[in-house]
């Protein structure tokens, strides 16, 4: 990262001329301390010359300092540049990296749910929205090179065609693919340079900066990591194919000293006034204490930057996580100790490949920190075992033939040291391709105009697919082709000029069609399908947009397992019988509010606008839930067992947010849905400020460099506090009724044992609350906890600089509304909290 004392911006030759703009960059790197190794000296000499270039060298021989250099000297050139990594994190971290060195008014970034200054001369995007512009207006895109990280992605199964579109269709661009796992590309350079006509060179084979030596454990785990702290080979990073596994080794591990007296010491000083606010949290401030850090793409993201700080001055010894370091996560490491050699990839489990087992390892050993790294194999547990017992046993010949060794656990994929030793021999296995036809591939093609036809055999023909595959794909095509002819959607005609066929569009597509939520449009139309006089409008609202987010998987399992749990209490009551239960069982899933308009307003829709068929809707209920439950995040979380899964959630609730503030016309933002919205922004802020601050910074690049000089500071341990959470009243409001109703909700069920739990503390106990409510049960049969229970009528707030006072009122049977809660709020001691802080001081009537 630049500092005061480098130039932050290469100063490239005006007029551009090759070998100038070579001293330049050159010169601008060694001043950086960062002198270019070999590889990238041949990069930039080769990216300086106009041709293509394919890097895949070892992780830690700087690729992305050669995409500096591509950038730069497309800039020098005036021509438009693409930097395409796979993910939004990697794409956003790019695009504050390029901003540091360009300048805000030079980067841009597209990712589908962001756009930041579109027209720069420098995007980062993700790389299915260069793909789709690149079908969209073919030759014609505006771009004269691309930077593709991560190119290894090619051989994505359900996302490769995204990294070979670009290829087929821009004939006229500079290419420089990258990625550390390439395998054999010969054939991949050849085309390149057939379809653009440049020279491609090719590097790779180089040798690492920091060596790997390589070993496989047989003694417990355990025993492995203490011997590794104790020959001086930490940071470690143990890999684990799965997040609950990491968050358990973690846990195991705290057993044993990781960290000396002073790192704890100083570990504590730094992180002590950091928010762990989440069950999660709790857990992860006991292991960092330790000098074990946690991190896995399920975790907040302050927790994970949390341990990627503390990692990067030397402070974790011993981080347990999953394989997503393979993907450029920012964690540095001398050891890579690796649980296993198999994984599940959602359909089955099985051995690593090469190119994932080199991935992982590749992030062992740290340019310009170590002098060597090392990569780990821990042999499989029952192997561990069987070699423990033997060992006990001696040289007694009676002992070793009698005994029995441990087999492996039932399903268990056979690996062990030959699969290791093979593994650290073998060459990334060749890129695979993965081309596919969809409605939005098809009318971007159609909406280019020009020879349709030929734009399409072409894409079709003359691409990396097998001959058979290509047949396969061209009649997909011609099958989605006359479903949009049938819809009329599309249309033949003949020009009076040169008689030919043309093919032509009889909708406009939007600008950002296919680059941004697919569906939205949709959410549209069916928002007028809603009654805005509703009492549940609001919520309605809600609905249809989760329906078009992509499924937060584990919320919605979780979801379904509580709401079988509860099922089969009721049909338990009921006295059905067990076969009948699990067969009624198998209807009971998860909540889907809305769930028949939504089926029948989008098969209508897709009758008009068939390219909707590339997607589906998926009616859930996530924001609706926890607002209908009246939870906090910490609250949602814990109660559907989520911890391992914060920050899928949180990512869930942030991309619904800017859903509904951007999709949503403000039409049909009447003021429950304003509440809302702000009281659903509010949560997440407090929950990660970050999340909503880097979107917030993203609108707003020229903050960058103010948060890139809290990064490098001090303090940046620890993020700053979210604002005040009685900044904003509108959702102060919601969360202060939400807390109210949700003790109203709970006295409705008789809860006296939650209810003590939540206001033991100022007084009221569980026998204190089922004492009040006898009272009102002794006039009422119930509680209402309908829409209208749950309205701003029935809430009455006393607003002062200090402390809100409230009263909120019960919806009884009779509609005498006399009855209610009364309750104060500390404002102080809520923005402490980052939650509404309410005692409860009388369950009366009126």
Same mark, same amino acid.
């Given at each position: 990262m630049p500092t005061s004392a480098f130039p932050s911006r290469p100063d490239m030759p005006d007029p551009y001329d090759a070998d100038a703009a070579y001293d330049a960059f050159a010169s601008w790197a060694a001043d950086r301390g960062t002198p270019l190794y070999p590889a990238q000296d041949e990069s930039i000499v080769a990216i300086v010359s106009g041709e293509n270039v394919i890097l895949s060298t070892p992780t830690g021989t700087g690729k992305s300092l050669v995409a500096v250099g591509a950038h730069a000297v497309a800039l020098a050139q005036g021509i438009r540049t693409y930097y395409t990594a796979p993910i939004k994190a990697l794409v956003s971290e790019k695009f504050f990296d390029l901003v540091e060195i360009f300048g805000a008014e030079n980067v841009g970034m597209v990712t589908g749910d962001s756009s930041v200054n579109p027209d720069a001369p420098i995007i980062c995007a993700t790389a299915e929205i260069l793909a789709n512009l690149a079908l969209r207006h073919g030759e014609g895109t505006e771009v004269g090179q691309v930077v593709m990280d991560e190119f290894h992605f090619y051989s994505d199964p359900d996302r490769g065609w995204a990294w070979q579109v670009p290829i087929l269709t821009l004939p006229g661009v500079q290419f420089v693919l990258m990625s550390a796992t390439l395998g054999e590309v010969d054939w991949l350079a050849e085309d390149l340079s057939r379809r653009t006509g440049r020279e491609t060179t090719v590097i790779t084979g180089v040798d690492r900066p920091v060596p790997l030596s390589y070993s496989y454990a047989t003694t417990p785990i355990q025993e492995t990591v203490e011997e590794l702290l104790a020959t001086q080979r930490a940071p470690i990073y143990i890999v684990h194919?799965?997040?609950?596994?990491?968050?358990?080794?973690?846990?195991?591990?705290?057993?044993?000293?990781?960290?000396?007296?002073?790192?704890?010491?100083?570990?504590?000083?730094?992180?002590?006034?950091? =928010?762990?606010?989440?069950?999660?949290? !709790?857990?992860?401030?006991?292991?960092?204490?330790?000098?074990?850090?946690?991190?896995?793409?399920?975790?907040?993201?302050?927790?994970?930057?949390?341990?990627?700080?503390?990692?990067?001055?030397?402070?974790?010894?011993?981080?347990?996580?999953?394989?997503?370091?393979?993907?450029?996560?920012?964690?540095?490491?001398?050891?890579?100790?690796?649980?296993?050699?198999? $994984?599940?990839?959602?359909?089955?489990?099985?051995?690593?490949?090469?190119?994932?087992?080199?991935?992982?390892?590749?992030?062992?050993?740290?340019?310009? +920190?170590?002098?060597?790294?090392?990569?780990?194999?821990?042999?499989?547990?029952?192997?561990?075992?069987?070699? !423990?017992?033997?060992? $006990?046993?001696?040289? %007694?010949? $009676?002992?070793?033939?009698?005994?029995?060794?441990? $087999?492996?656990?039932?399903?268990?994929?056979?690996?062990?040291?030959?699969?290791?030793?093979?593994?650290?021999?073998?060459?990334?296995?060749?890129?695979?391709?993965?081309?596919?036809?969809?409605?939005?591939?098809?009318?971007?093609?159609?909406?280019?105009?020009?020879?349709?036809?030929?734009?399409?055999?072409?894409?079709?023909?003359?691409?990396?697919?097998?001959r058979p595959r290509q047949r396969d794909l061209i009649r997909q095509a011609l099958a989605i082709y006359r479903t949009l002819r049938t819809a009329g959607v599309v249309e033949e005609v003949t020009d009076a000029t040169t008689g030919q066929t043309l093919i032509r569009l009889t909708v406009d597509l939007q600008p950002n069609f296919a680059l941004n939520q697919p569906l939205s449009p949709f959410a549209l139309a069916v928002y007028d399908l809603l009654d805005e006089e509703s009492p549940t409008f609001a919520l309605d609202v809600v609905s249809v947009t989760e329906a078009i987010l992509d499924d937060p998987r584990p919320v919605l399992s979780a979801q379904q397992f509580v709401a079988r749990g509860e099922a089969v209490q009721a049909m338990k009551a009921e006295g059905i019988e067990y076969e009948q239960r699990m067969e009624l069982l198998d209807e009971v899933t998860y909540p889907k509010p809305l769930a028949g308009l939504l089926g029948e307003a989008f098969d209508t829709y897709r009758a008009t606008q068939p390219w909707i068929g590339d997607f589906d809707i998926s009616p859930k209920s996530v924001i609706r839930d926890m607002y209908e439950r009246a939870m906090s995040f910490g609250e949602y979380t814990a109660f559907y067992r989520l911890a391992r899964s914060e920050g899928l959630v949180l990512r869930y609730l942030s991309d619904a947010y800017r859903t509904l503030r951007t999709t949503v016309p403000d039409e049909y933002k009447n003021d429950d849905l304003?509440?809302?919205?702000?009281?659903?922004?509010?949560?997440?802020?407090?929950?990660?400020?970050?999340?909503?601050?880097?979107?917030?910074?993203?609108?707003?690049?020229?903050?960058?460099?103010?948060?890139?000089? =809290?990064?490098?500071?001090?303090?940046?341990?620890?993020?700053?506090?979210?604002?005040?959470?009685?900044?904003?009243?509108?959702?102060?409001?919601?969360?202060?009724?939400?807390?109210? +109703?949700?003790?109203?909700?709970?006295?409705?069920?008789?809860?006296?044992?939650?209810?003590?739990?939540?206001?033991?503390?100022?007084?009221?106990?569980? %026998?204190?609350?089922?004492?009040?409510?006898?009272? *009102? *049960?002794?006039?009422?049969?119930?509680?209402?906890?309908?829409?209208?229970?749950?309205?701003?009528?029935?809430?009455?707030? %006393?607003?002062?600089?200090?402390?809100?006072?409230?009263?909120?009122? +019960?919806?009884?049977?009779?509609?005498?509304?006399?009855?209610?809660?009364?309750?104060?709020?500390?404002?102080?001691?809520?923005?402490?909290?980052?939650?509404?802080?309410?005692?409860?001081?009388?369950?009366?009537?009126?």
């Open positions: 194919f799965a997040q609950l596994a990491a968050v358990e080794r973690a846990q195991a591990l705290s057993s044993i000293t990781v960290a000396t007296r002073a790192m704890r010491d100083e570990i504590a000083e730094l992180i002590g006034p950091f =928010r762990f606010t989440t069950a999660f949290g !709790k857990t992860l401030s006991r292991l960092l204490r330790l000098g074990i850090g946690v991190h896995h793409a399920g975790m907040l993201p302050k927790y994970r930057r949390l341990v990627e700080r503390l990692a990067q001055r030397g402070l974790l010894r011993v981080i347990c996580g999953t394989d997503t370091l393979g993907v450029g996560i920012n964690v540095p490491i001398r050891t890579v100790l690796l649980s296993a050699l198999t $994984k599940f990839d959602g359909t089955r489990m099985r051995q690593l490949t090469a190119r994932e087992f080199h991935q992982i390892a590749g992030r062992a050993g740290r340019a310009g +920190f170590d002098t060597a790294g090392t990569v780990v194999v821990q042999a499989p547990e029952h192997e561990t075992e069987n070699l !423990k017992a033997l060992a $006990k046993m001696g040289d %007694d010949p $009676k002992k070793r033939r009698k005994f029995i060794r441990k $087999k492996a656990p039932e399903g268990f994929v056979s690996w062990g040291e030959p699969s290791f030793e093979k593994l650290i021999a073998a060459q990334p296995e060749r890129l695979t391709s993965h081309l596919t036809v969809t409605h939005a591939m098809v009318l971007n093609t159609i909406a280019r105009g020009g020879d349709v036809f030929t734009s399409m055999r072409e894409l079709l023909e003359d691409n990396h697919e097998p304003l509440d809302l919205i702000e009281w659903l922004g509010e949560l997440v802020r407090q929950t990660d400020s970050s999340v909503l601050d880097e979107w917030e910074a993203l609108i707003n690049p020229e903050a960058v460099a103010a948060a890139a000089a =809290r990064e490098d500071s001090e303090e940046a341990i620890v993020p700053p506090a979210p604002r005040l959470l009685t900044s904003n009243p509108r959702a102060f409001r919601i969360l202060v009724r939400n807390e109210l +109703f949700r003790r109203v909700t709970l006295a409705a069920r008789e809860a006296w044992t939650e209810l003590g739990e939540l206001d033991a503390a100022s007084g009221f106990s569980a %026998d204190r609350w089922a004492s009040a409510m006898d009272d *009102y *049960y002794d006039v009422h049969d119930s509680v209402g906890i309908g829409p209208h229970a749950r309205s701003a009528a029935l809430l009455i707030l %006393d607003e002062t600089p200090t402390v809100w006072r409230a009263r909120q009122i +019960f919806d009884d049977p009779a509609g005498d509304h006399d009855w209610g809660i009364s309750a104060e709020i500390d404002l102080a001691a809520s923005n402490e909290a980052g939650v509404a802080v309410v005692r409860v001081v009388a369950v009366d009537q009126l």
